[in-house]
């Protein structure tokens, strides 16, 4: 049909079903040919707006960041449906955040916020702009996002890392109050070897054993030395949590 029937009404259509029947038996390079060449021929298809986004996310998908911020930008200037220009903006973002272009991300999750409100990635949002200030040094507004994906109904193992990082600003901010409830609230999470998990209570061990409350710091070792997979790491927690042992008496 597209070949030889180029006027036909229906050849935007068989143009479409063709880019995504190769996307679908995995000849990307094929599709992405096909999606181009279809935005050449096809500008007032009512397919347009949908064969720009799989581009896109072809684009994407090949870790090709640049071609595919530039075809989520074109897609926004569109105006599409309310769905696709939630996805295509906050893929712009990621895009931006991957490409090394922090600040550009951010302004670009908090117009996604502006527009979109809460919605299923919100926490994600909150968790990537957090990420964002913490990099740069604010971490007054990193502390701010991050309560703010924890209110947003995360994952599980989101959660925990939420937590995690939680503590660490705090104690950047010099709460370490604040910092030790955050680790033994991220320590308490499901997922007993989580990264995040361990990372929360090494720390929390840490900290107990600076204000010495060893009992407390032998215990958070022990759950450390129990649930990581590094054998040295593991036998060092075990002999920490015995010397505490013997301060406590």
């Known amino acids: 049909v597209v070949s030889q029937f180029p006027t036909y009404e229906s050849a935007d259509r068989a143009q479409f079903l063709l880019g995504d029947a190769q996307s679908q038996t995995g000849q990307d390079e094929q599709a992405r040919q096909t999606?181009?060449?279809?935005?050449?021929?096809?500008?007032?298809?009512?397919?347009?707006?949908?064969?720009?986004?799989?581009?896109?996310?072809?684009?994407?998908?090949s870790e090709d960041y640049l071609r595919a911020a530039?075809?989520?930008?074109?897609?926004?200037?569109?105006?599409?449906?309310?769905?696709?220009?939630?996805?295509?903006?906050?893929n712009l973002a990621l895009c931006?955040?991957?490409?090394?272009q922090d600040e550009a991300a951010l302004l670009e999750f908090e117009q996604y916020r502006q527009i979109h409100g809460s919605d299923e990635r919100s926490a994600e949002v909150a968790y990537q702009m957090a990420e964002i200030h913490e990099l740069a040094g604010r971490t007054t507004q990193a502390v701010t996002e991050l309560k703010?994906?924890?209110t947003s109904s995360p994952g599980s193992p989101l959660v925990i890392e939420l937590k995690y990082r939680l503590g660490r600003c705090n104690e950047q901010l010099g709460d370490v109050g604040l910092a030790l409830a955050a680790y033994v609230d991220a320590a308490s999470g499901s997922g007993k070897g989580d990264a995040y998990r361990l990372s929360a209570l090494a720390r929390a061990a840490e900290i107990y054993e600076e204000r010495k409350e060893y009992?407390?710091?032998?215990?958070?070792y022990r759950d450390l030395a129990a649930n990581t997979g590094d054998p040295s790491l593991a036998t060092a927690a075990s002999e920490r949590a015995s010397q505490l042992d013997d301060f406590s008496r």
């Open 148 to 150: 703010t994906a924890l």
């Open 35 to 61: 999606y181009e060449q279809f935005l050449l021929l096809f500008t007032d298809s009512d397919l347009y707006s949908q064969v720009q986004f799989r581009l896109a996310m072809q684009y994407f998908g």
């Open 70 to 90: 530039i075809n989520f930008t074109g897609l926004l200037e569109q105006e599409p449906d309310e769905n696709t220009a939630c996805a295509s903006r906050y």
């Open 96 to 100: 931006r955040r991957l490409l090394g």
């Open 215 to 220: 009992a407390q710091a032998a215990t958070a």
